[in-house]
């Protein structure tokens, strides 16, 4: 094994290891808020799209597994994360849990073969506008109500850095280009929405 190919498979032993508690922070600050301003929930079941897509996309190839065992980390603590948003925005309900199970009935069929990947291929390319789509709803959402209390800055700074890393990863692993493109456009934005998170943080009262 050269260096360059064990600097990356450390990398990718990192960046599991940050993905195994990178959504946490905004979870527990969730539950410890009750609140969910400046938390878009659109942007969230964007987030959610994207890496559903992107999980079965690199288990049909048959890439490796230290190359994207992120993705289904995350989206366990993503379900759980919009579990807490639409409790807290009192949108729990009947069809809350008739859309998880269509989701979860959509994603299976991708996962066993019961859908062609030829489809994931076409929806692959499309993750990248859609996750970036998500940072840049949630982004908007933070300009727009000055206000990221219930926003997790540290969540924001392990996206960043993870999806940083990944761009070496996948290009050592595969070279992928709409992996690398995916990653790299979410580098920027992810960010641009810690930074922003920081700013805002503890917004002015106004008296008046």
Known sequence: MGALEFIA????????????????????????????????LYALLLELTSYTVMTCYNYCNNYSLLSYMEYPIILVQQI?????????????????????????????AF????????????????????????KVVQLIEILRTR????????????????????????????????LLVNFSVSVFLSSSIMFSAMYYKHPKRSYF
């Open 80 to 108: 759980i994360l919009i579990f807490l948003v639409l409790k807290y925005m009192g949108f729990l309900g009947m069809n809350s849990f008739a859309l998880f199970g269509l989701y979860i009935g959509i994603t299976g």
């Open 9 to 40: 498979d450390f990398l990718s032993i990192i960046t599991i290891s940050l993905c195994l508690i990178l959504k946490i922070p905004q979870i527990i600050n969730l539950v410890k808020l009750k609140s969910t301003v400046g938390i878009n």
């Open 147 to 178: 206000n990221s209390e219930s926003i997790s800055v540290l969540t924001w700074f392990l996206s960043a850095f993870t999806n940083f890393t990944r761009v070496f990863t996948i290009y050592m692993d595969s070279a992928d280009v709409t």
């Open 111 to 134: 996962v066993f073969g019961l859908l062609p990947k030829t489809i994931l291929a076409v929806l692959a390319p499309m993750c990248t506008p859609i996750s970036a789509s998500s």
